[in-house]
């Protein structure tokens, strides 16, 4: 899995996370994932920033650390967003190619069938 800022993704080729973006997401689930969701997930962070993540892991709750909204999905597997903390709370599952409305927020992430 790698994570994101636009603006530092050709600096951080390399990196596993950008820790120059701040690090907006946190692993909630001590599970291994069962292979990976191929693509990139996209949202809109603190003050309009634009952030992503490629290949997350699947089956696996991602906690976002800091606001996070606008969800895009273009991984092959189906991703659920969640209004609270450690996937809780009423999910809202966008299919691969589809996006949350731009002022949707969330507070974590799984992707797969679940």
Request: one cysteine or more; a positive charge.
């Amino acid at each position: 899995m790698r994570f994101f800022r636009p603006a530092l993704a050709t600096a951080a080729a390399t990196a596993t996370i950008a820790a120059a973006a701040g690090c907006t997401l946190a692993l909630a689930s001590p599970a291994a994932a069962a292979g990976t969701a191929k693509g990139w997930f996209a949202w809109v962070g603190p003050k309009g920033a634009p952030f992503f993540i490629e290949n997350p892991p699947d089956g696996r709750c991602l906690t976002m650390s800091q606001e996070s909204q606008g969800a895009h999905n273009a991984t092959a597997l189906p991703a659920t967003v969640y209004p609270q903390k450690e996937c809780k709370g009423t999910p809202l599952r966008l299919d691969p190619g589809r996006h949350a409305p731009r002022n949707a927020s969330f507070a974590s992430v799984k992707f797969g069938s679940h």
